[in-house]
Nanobody, 119 residues
């Protein structure tokens, strides 16, 4: 079983920066992807950044240049560095990991961390 706990959210002014952390417990050694998603009020959850087990990162065009995903394998921690924030980035940010279990895969989610960007 895998548990993900996010931290680092909060209130920040527009133009500011924030770093989110996600600590994983349990075995994630067979993960395919780790990523961050966000869900703004009234909107669907969307991908913000993803990193593969090989270290390849993916970002949607909407956040390129403002967001960097990274991980620390020994600490089983995933990070999301955000800069030049605008109110559009206000959302609950969720940590996600996709692991392989035998011949299948399983998604795990954290409970989310609220990020609020004031104008």
């Amino acid at each position: 079983q895998v548990q993900l706990v996010e931290s680092g959210g909060g209130l920040v002014q527009a133009g500011g920066s924030l770093r989110l952390s996600c600590v994983a417990s349990g075995s994630i050694s067979t993960f395919l992807f780790m990523g961050w998603f966000r869900q703004a009020p009234g909107k669907q959850r969307e991908l913000v950044a993803r990193i593969t087990s090989g270290g390849t990162t993916t970002y949607p065009d909407s956040v390129k240049g403002r967001i960097t995903i990274s991980r620390h394998n020994a600490n089983k921690t995933l990070y999301l560095q955000m800069s030049s924030l605008t109110p559009v980035y206000t959302a609950v940010y969720y940590c996600n990991v996709l692991v392989t279990i035998g011949f299948s895969t399983k998604d795990y989610w954290g409970r989310g961390s609220q990020v609020t960007v004031s104008s």
